[in-house]
């Protein structure tokens, strides 16, 4: 989650996740990965050595207060993670930038967990439309690889809840399954299991993989709800693997610290 690196899925695709989610080896852009594709089907080469270097430690992580209050999606893009967070060779792609906008929304869900296909969960992860108050994401994109992050703001703690385990069904029945991009058709799988606590929330790994435009595809997104917030970070390669000069852990425990600043200042 919500491109494959020109279109690879973000979730994110954008968290997922992203972010939405689908990015296709065709130059669509995922929910919200925008990375270039590889031009043959032979493992891309890095963009830099960063992009293979052993994924660095997440820092020591000490609680962090639950998630309250609402920002609006304009405010949440200003807790997303800057440049600085990210290795050498990844840059912000400005056409992966999703945000709910300035005011808050209290429109159901478009896309029901509890019946969505599993072609539009990944094509949208990382996107609006899951029943969330607010929402920001964008990707930073190297080459075939990409970053992603993703901050979801439900009305309450147990929809944010909610949501994480409506991910976890999804994955339970996703398996094995196709989706179509941009003209691209690829075959796809979900697999989700329990990961470390974050910030003293508990947190779910959600792995996407697939084969797209000739082309392998590894999303690895970490999601983790804290009260009214879902945070998600995640790690995309296409045709090679994912980037691992971040840990997924870092970007979402910094997305619950920055999160947490901007509510005490709004």
Not at 17 to 25: D, F, I, M, Y
Not at 196 to 215: E, F, K, M, N, W
């Amino acid at each position: 989650m919500g491109n494959a690196v020109s279109s690879v899925p973000r979730v994110i695709s954008v968290l997922g996740v992203a972010a939405g989610v689908l990015a296709v080896a065709t130059g669509c852009s995922l929910p919200n990965v925008t990375a270039a594709p590889p031009t043959t089907s032979a493992p891309a080469t890095p963009a830099s050595p960063a992009s293979q270097a052993a994924t660095a430690p997440a820092p020591p992580m000490t609680p962090v207060p639950q998630a309250s209050g609402q920002l609006t999606g304009t405010q949440l893009q200003q807790v997303l993670l800057p440049q600085s967070a990210f290795p050498a060779g990844f840059t912000l792609s400005s056409s992966s930038a999703v945000s709910s906008g300035g005011s808050l929304s209290s429109s159901p869900a478009r896309y029901d967990l509890a019946s969505v296909s599993c072609a539009d969960f990944v094509n949208h992860l990382g996107s609006t439309g899951f029943g969330e108050t607010a929402m920001a994401a964008n990707s930073y994109i190297g080459t075939a690889q990409a970053f992603d992050q993703v901050v979801y703001q439900f009305g309450s703690s147990a929809q944010a809840s909610a949501f994480v385990a409506g991910i976890t069904a999804v994955a339970g029945r996703c398996g094995s399954f196709t989706a179509t991009d941009n003209g691209a058709t690829g075959t796809f799988s979900l697999r989700a299991s329990a990961a470390a606590a974050v910030g003293g929330h508990p947190s779910l790994d959600l792995v996407q993989s697939g084969t797209i435009g000739g082309h392998s595809l590894t999303l690895d997104t970490l999601l983790s709800a804290s009260g009214v917030d879902v945070f998600a970070g995640a790690a995309v390669g296409l045709g090679t693997a994912a980037p691992a000069g971040v840990a997924t852990q870092t970007i979402v425990y910094t997305l619950m610290k920055r999160q947490a600043a901007a509510a005490e200042l709004s």
